[in-house]
Nanobody, 118 residues
Framework: EVQLQASGGGLVQAGGSLRLSCAASGFIFDEYAVGWFRQAQGKEREGVSSISSRDDSTYYADSARGRFTISRDNDESSVYLQMDSLKPEDTAVYYC???????????WGQGTQVTVSS
């Protein structure tokens, strides 16, 4: 059973930084793309960043590019999101995500709240 445990959210002032972590278990981590989505109150869930399983190629939403950095540690079965220069519009619940190679099935963690005050 895929389990994704996100942590690292919190309250931070605009311009500050947070590092989200997601610990994965129950599957062969290096066979999965992993990443982060977020959902602000009253809005749809949106993709923030992802990193592939095979060559560590990355994707960033326009809103995240240049401020956020995703990384993965296959030995620790973990994925991280370093978020710098945070803005109030980054406030959302951040969800860890995974998808096995060549699959269309997504797995989700429980979410961690990020609140950026102005």
């Amino acid at each position: 059973e895929v389990q994704l445990q996100a942590s690292g959210g919190g309250l931070v002032q605009a311009g500050g930084s947070l590092r989200l972590s997601c610990a994965a278990s129950g599957f062969i981590f290096d066979e999965y793309a992993v990443g982060w989505f977020r959902q602000a109150q009253g809005k749809e869930r949106e993709g923030v960043s992802s990193i592939s399983s095979r060559d560590d190629s990355t994707y960033y939403a326009d809103s995240a590019r240049g401020r956020f950095t995703i990384s993965r540690d296959n030995d620790e079965s973990s994925v991280y999101l370093q978020m710098d220069s945070l803005k109030p519009e980054d406030t959302a619940v951040y969800y860890c995500w995974s998808r096995r190679d060549f699959s269309s099935s997504d797995d989700w963690g429980q979410g961690t709240q990020v609140t950026v005050s102005s």
